[in-house]
């Protein structure tokens, strides 16, 4: 089984094809590609596996609704499906269609398989049932008589019904995770799982319906279809040949490395799916990431909302390498983000144009400009180059201990790191003066070969992330294609003293904010519903009086600034505390620990403007990093409410 060779086996959800798929699916997808390119460049047997999950009434009554068969309407929508993640490059190795004949196959005897065991038993269902979800919850799991997931309606379910016995596994699985501390990750959802899930008493699951067709028959109770979910999970393995004779390499990358998946579905992955896979007498995959949501203003992006951002659109206007960067290095994977048209603008000029665009740019064009032969002993190493060619030689090994803990947005920090110090040793350096004095033209052959290996290197870690910028960047710098494997990167000065550069086009051209922002506005405000108003806020009571009088000296010793929450997420172990990414103008922001997760949840305040006090020493609360403090008013017994600023006003803005 995997563990034994160099294979990793990575996943991600299958999708709904019920929607267009939205810039918050295409984020796990993509993550899933860079994981998995990485791995292959790493030298790794990879199998890397999407696919989309088309049964259940959710399904059958939208080809109702648009007068098809389900199977007509399912083929149509994943036809998309598969277009999306062409056009996002995305190196699937294999897609499955819970459509597909050898799953249904396979889903059938995993069903047999479980009931022969006993873990499967017949009896009647009564409960709630979210159709949206395709999830039962027992009245209890409603939050406010509505879906705990998506806050929708429920309706009341009776019928004769399968149910698997999720109870026995109880023990099992917190004994699993106590012995599998990495199982889930981030850490903060085994808080969640346990609590909400595990804590509270697992009861048996209605694994069977009858009161639709669209789903995988039982066989030996036809009148029943399997539930959904037991139907959607086993793909992991069916796309494995478990079951079937389609695949023959279930033994080889069997467990999965990690199944990547969203937040909202983790307790199916990390509950139903291993109590199904111990009752199957299977291994449990290595470990599952819930990654945190892409939100707009006003909440999670969802068709529903109509505040939904199409990738399509995007890759079109700024290209699918900006598009992945931004992704990936915007938001934390772990938490949730906010996306807006501004911050990708913002990053691609940044990022892209002017960091690593113009690196690119200014270092081909000094080379074919000042027409020297790079120096034949490169191997001499000035002083003053010393540090930068330390940080590149060390990058590999930095980017690797983040890639390996699915932190990507850190891994592309450190590799923009070099970026900028590349930049800066073209401005130090000052090659444009090298050329003017014959005497220094062997420096400056050093210089350009110098700024040519650090491109190359940052080029080939690029890879995973933009693989066809990276391709552009090694076709410019001359590099042939043994100096770009992930090997080489790790090794200082195997470009060839002759290399030929070759001019390119630019390769990410600055935007106009302004001009973009109005277009990309212009062609939304037809088609979007207005954000709702905000519930008004409680009256603050009345100020008593204050505890003793400070001077205006004294107070301008605090130093307050005006902050945006860039991500938000639970602090693991700590019931009251969130931990908040915040952009407070400085390039490299700050996180805060609050104690207010009583009163708010993530989503409340990610994309919000608060006010924090900037020079707090900074403190370690429950084992994390705060570095200031946001400020918040006691509005009421027990109640608190955080000091929200318009949100014309700047990040960074000082708060007098
Ligand atoms: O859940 N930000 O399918 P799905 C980030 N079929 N991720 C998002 C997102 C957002 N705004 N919106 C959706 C299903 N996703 C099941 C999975 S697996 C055996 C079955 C993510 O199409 C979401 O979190 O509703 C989930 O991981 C994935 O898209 C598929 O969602």
């Known amino acids: 089984m995997n563990g034994t060779g160099k294979t990793f086996y990575i996943t991600t959800p299958i999708y709904y094809p019920s929607d267009k798929l939205h810039i918050g699916h295409s984020y796990c997808t993509v993550a899933t590609d860079v994981m998995a390119r990485y791995k292959r460049l790493q030298g790794f047997d990879v199998m890397f596996l999407t696919g989309t999950d088309e049964h259940g009434q959710k399904i059958e009554l939208k080809a109702q609704d648009a007068g098809v068969t389900p199977k007509q309407y399912v083929d149509q929508v994943v036809a998309g499906i598969k277009d999306l993640w062409k056009l996002l490059n995305i190196s699937n190795d294999r897609f499955i269609r819970t459509t597909d004949d050898y799953h249904e196959e396979s889903v059938q005897k995993i ?52 149910f698997f016995k999720l109870s026995a596994f109880q023990d099992k699985l917190v004994k ?144 699918v390498d900006a598009i992945r960067y931004f992704l990936l290095r915007e938001f934390p994977f772990g938490s949730d983000g906010l996306f807006s048209n501004e911050a990708l603008i913002a990053r691609i000029n940044a990022d892209l144009a002017n960091d690593l665009g113009n690196l690119v740019s200014r270092s081909v064009a000094m080379v074919k400009t000042f027409g020297f032969t ?45 970026v900028s110090r590349t930049n800066k040793y073209i401005d130090e350096t000052a090659p444009w003066t090298l050329a003017k004095n014959p005497e220094e033209h062997s420096r400056l052959a050093t210089v350009l070969y110098n700024l040519l290996e650090c491109v190359r290197v940052v080029g080939i870690l690029l890879k995973p992330f933009m693989p066809s910028t990276a391709e552009r960047i090694f076709e410019q710098i001359g590099a042939s294609q043994e100096l770009t494997t992930y090997e080489s990167a790790g090794t200082w000065g195997l470009l060839p003293a002759d290399v030929t550069v070759h001019k390119g086009e630019v390769l990410f051209p600055r935007i106009d ?144």
């Not at 007498?281 to 992006?301: Q, R, T």
């Not at 991500?567 to 390039?587: M, N, Y």
């Open 513 to 656: 904010l302004a001009k973009e922002l109005a277009e990309l506005e212009a062609a939304k405000a037809s088609k979007e519903p207005k954000e709702p108003v905000k519930a008004e806020k409680k009256a603050a009571p009345q100020v008593e009086g204050v505890a003793s009088m400070i001077s205006i000296d004294e107070f301008a010793k605090v130093e307050l600034r005006v902050a945006q929450v860039k991500a938000c997420e639970h602090v693991k172990r700590a019931k009251k505390l969130l931990c908040l990414q915040l952009d407070d103008g400085t390039e490299a922001g700050r996180q805060v620990v609050s104690g207010i997760h009583p009163w708010y949840e993530p989503e409340d305040l990610v994309g919000k403007k608060v006010v924090v006090v900037a020079n707090l020493n900074p403190a370690k609360l429950c084992g994390v990093e705060s570095n200031g403090m946001i400020l918040a008013a006691d509005a009421g017994e027990n109640d608190v409410k955080v000091l929200f600023v318009d949100e014309s006003v700047p990040c960074g803005s000082k708060v007098r």
């Open 176 to 319: 699993y995770y106590e012995e599998h501390p990495d199982f889930m990750e981030p850490q903060s959802r085994l808080n969640e799982m346990v609590n909400n899930f595990i804590k509270p008493g697992l009861e048996d699951l209605c694994v069977s319906r009858t009161s639709f067709t669209w789903g995988v028959p039982v066989t030996f109770d036809p009148k029943h279809v399997v539930y959904v979910w037991v139907d959607a999970l086993s793909n992991y393995i069916t796309a494995l040949g478990y079951g079937n004779d389609k695949y023959h390499d279930f033994e080889k990358y069997w467990p999965a490395d990690v199944h990547f998946v969203g937040k909202e579905i983790m307790r199916f992955h990390t509950i139903i799916w291993p109590a199904m896979l111990m009752a199957l007498d299977l291994p449990l995959p290595k470990k599952v990431y819930g990654h945190g949501w892409l939100l707009l203003e006003g909440g999670k992006m969802s068709k529903s909302k109509g505040n939904v951002v199409d990738p399509v659109v995007l890759v079109q206007r700024y290209g």
């Open 111 to 162: 069903f047999k398989a479980l009931y022969d065991k006993g873990y499967i038993y017949k009896g009647s269902y009564k409960g709630k049932y979210c159709t949206p979800c395709e999830s039962f919850w027992t009245e209890s799991q409603l939050v406010d008589g509505k879906c705990p997931d998506c806050g929708r309606e429920v309706i009341d379910a009776e019928e004769e019904a399968y």
């Open 374 to 418: 790079l120096p034949t002993q490169r191997r001499e190493v000035p002083e003053q180059d010393d540090e930068l060619i330390q940080m590149v030689k060390g990058l590999q090994q930095r980017y690797e201990e983040q890639m390996e803990r699915y932190a990507f947005q850190n891994a592309l920090m450190e590799i923009f790191k070099v």
